[in-house]
């Protein structure tokens, strides 16, 4: 088990015990930024992820999870490209 392993564990012991994991930590060598999820409001409510300055990401679902690692990539991408927080 590596550390990404290990973290995931304790995310997932403190979710038991009741604590809110409020957010991802995704980081490439280049570039990181904390994913969180939550209702989108003018989305029906539906839960969406979102990047830490508050721009929506994709729908998280089932159906956008391939598809909200590829955006999230990108977006590091971004990230790395505009160091600072520019996006």
Same mark, same amino acid.
């Given at each position: 088990? %590596?550390?990404?392993?290990?973290? #995931? ?11 809110? =994991?409020?957010?991802?930590? =995704? ?5 990181? !930024? #904390?994913? #969180?999820?939550?209702?989108?409001? *003018? %989305? ?10 508050? #721009?929506?990401?994709?729908?998280? !679902? *089932?159906? /956008?999870? *391939? ?7 990108? /977006? ?5 490209? /505009?160091?600072?927080? =520019?996006?």
């Amino acid at each position: 088990m %590596d550390q990404y392993d290990r973290l #995931t564990a304790l995310a997932d012991q403190l979710a038991r015990s009741g604590v809110k =994991v409020a957010g991802l930590l =995704v980081a490439t060598p280049n570039a990181s !930024d #904390t994913i #969180t999820c939550r209702e989108r409001e *003018d %989305d029906g409510d539906r839960l969406w992820f979102f990047a830490s300055d508050g #721009t929506p990401i994709i729908e998280a !679902d *089932d159906e /956008h999870l *391939d598809d909200a690692a590829i955006l999230v990539l990108g /977006h590091l991408a971004r990230c790395a490209e /505009h160091p600072k927080g =520019v996006r």
